[in-house]
């Protein structure tokens, strides 16, 4: 699958997801911080999945009608469990993130909102 992990996402995520199979850019590598609404574009542009910890990207998607490729949003991990949470959630929800949903990742609950 393609993502983008979003500069807050621990970076040793990269390579976990990367061993795995899946094509990986992560924001952090990036010369400079183009900000939510560059960074949401280009996951369209490339068809990738934005993995983010940042709650900013609902305004833009939810507020501002902004498109998106899939949205994982992760909610009280530490860095060090992000990789392998991430791996669980693109396996079990690999057809709602195709389909555009928003997943929403805490310990011991996932929410799922579904694109209309």
Not at 83 to 109: F, S
Request: proline share 3%; with cysteine.
């Amino acid at each position: 699958m393609k993502i983008l992990l979003d500069t807050c996402v621990w970076g040793g995520a990269v390579r976990i997801l990367t061993d795995a199979g899946h094509d990986v850019i992560w924001t952090g590598s990036w010369e400079r911080d183009p900000g939510d609404d560059e960074i949401l574009a280009f996951g369209v542009q490339e068809g990738r999945v934005l993995i983010t910890l940042d709650n900013d990207y609902g305004d833009l998607i939810f507020l501002r009608g902004m498109t998106h490729c899939g949205l994982i949003r992760l909610v009280g991990f530490r860095a060090r469990q992000q990789g392998e949470v991430c791996l669980m959630l693109l396996d079990r929800y690999h057809a709602d993130l195709t389909a555009q949903a928003i997943v929403t990742a805490e310990p011991g609950r996932v929410r799922i909102r579904r694109r209309p």
